[in-house]
């Protein structure tokens, strides 16, 4: 087949600046602190180039010269890093059974970080949010001396389907007074400041990539385990979302052909049998059918009190009702992530949410996950693990989309990983 040279128009001087510019200060927000010359380097851009590119990001107040390298001898270069406090982000995650908030710098550093509200199905819930940002950012102003205009952008963290344009809430089977709400103008329009909304299990995902187990991969699933159940993906180092932005709402996956037509009310079929909350209710199911369990004595006969964890900690001791529901979560779960696997053939797999807080999570449901999808397929496994950020990847990952699309404006452009050298 014959090629044809491309044609391209030659760039400005401003573009070309831009170009250099957006290049080198995301290489200095992926690799920072780093030298002038390893930079130099590492991009094949002229010492010259990258010092005058930089002396204007100083100016600019984006970077600044920090500690001197240690080197074995010679002149020791200047370090350059991000200018953390040049403004703060709020990272917001409403995928856990209480509102979760991290105000964070533009390098990602994290200031503050505290669980709200418990979520409830009401519209009210933006009223609310409204409350705990302007907590958040007194608290702040008055004891830390922030100030009001270094409040740059809020990113919140829904289980819902979203339309990604307009930001309204297309479905939220979990709370469905929320559907038609629009997160992102009611909150563009109280604080003036750029509002970024994404599904909430995609944003643990981006959690895991830039903070926790997915860092040193380039394809993993994140599986998210709590009032729900979803996956968000990384292919090739990019959030994948597909075409119609639902890819990863395994929560609806369906078990088995008699259950086809399975109608959906407040959950999908896998979070009806396999959701930490759902286990809650088969043991209060269970025991209001005369099934005996040491679990009514944890709860002091009060089955209102029956939590998740109060059925982790029966297993532990032994409990006969605890572990046949825990075997059956594990069961409905394996079934679905062996089906990812054959799928999209990640190098990882990531268990997070409500279940790493769970006693003895590794052997009662990591290992029997492990042992169930080894004896299943015949070819190589990823590795599977429970994330190192708990139930914080969500709002981790809200932060650092916050700070990201911030940047993206005026630095879009970035070299791949690997390129550089």
């Not at 984006?62 to 991000?82: D, F, Q, S």
């Not at 981006?206 to 997915?214: A, L, Q």
């Amino acid at each position: 087949m014959e090629k044809f040279p491309k044609y391209l128009k030659i760039a400005s001087s401003e573009l070309q600046y831009q170009i250099n510019s957006s290049i080198i200060f995301n290489y200095i927000r992926d690799n920072g602190p780093i030298s002038r010359i390893k930079i130099s380097n590492d991009l094949k851009i002229s010492p010259s180039a990258v010092s005058r590119t930089i002396d204007k990001l100083m100016v600019e107040r984006y970077v600044i010269e920090t500690e001197k390298m240690k080197t074995k001898g010679g002149k020791r270069p200047m370090l350059i890093k991000i200018k953390q406090d040049k403004g703060y982000v709020m990272g917001i995650d409403l995928g856990k059974e209480k509102l979760k908030l991290v105000l964070a710098n533009l390098s990602g550093e994290v200031i503050d970080i505290y669980r709200g509200f418990k979520i409830l199905n009401d519209t009210n819930i933006v009223d609310k949010i409204i409350d705990e940002i302007r907590k958040t950012l007194i608290k702040h102003q008055q004891y830390y001396g922030m100030e009001k205009n270094e409040f740059k952008a809020v990113c919140v963290g829904i289980p819902a389907d979203i339309d990604m344009e307009s930001g309204k809430i297309i479905s939220a089977p979990l709370y469905k007074k929320w559907k038609n709400l629009n997160f992102k103008d009611i909150l563009r329009s109280e604080f003036s400041i750029p509002v970024y909304i994404e599904n909430d299990v995609n944003l643990s995902a981006m959690g895991e990539k830039h903070y926790g187990k997915g860092i040193d991969f380039k394809d993993f699933i994140f599986i998210e385990i709590s009032n729900g159940i979803g996956a968000g993906i990384i292919n090739n180092n990019q959030l994948f979302r597909g075409s119609f932005g639902s890819a990863g709402e395994i929560g609806f996956t369906i078990i088995g052909i008699e259950n086809l037509g399975f109608e959906v009310k407040d959950k999908g079929f896998l979070e009806e049998f396999a959701s930490v909350q759902s286990i809650k209710q088969k043991a209060i199911k269970e025991i209001e059918n005369g099934r005996k369990s040491i679990i009514t004595e944890i709860v002091k006969n009060d089955i209102k009190k029956i939590e998740p964890y109060t059925i982790f900690e029966a297993a532990v001791k032994g409990d006969k009702l605890a572990n046949s529901i825990i075997n059956g979560m594990v069961s409905f779960l394996s079934v679905g992530i062996i089906n990812l696997i054959l799928i999209l053939n990640p190098q990882i797999i990531i268990l997070g949410g409500d279940i790493c807080g769970l006693p003895d999570v590794d052997k009662l449901f990591l290992e029997p996950i492990k042992e169930k999808i080894k004896s299943s397929i015949p070819f190589k496994i990823p590795e599977i693990e429970l994330s190192s950020l708990g139930e914080d990847a969500g709002v981790l990952g809200a932060s650092f989309y916050a700070i990201d699309s911030l940047f993206i404006d005026k630095f879009p452009y970035k070299i791949e990983e690997g390129e550089a050298s």
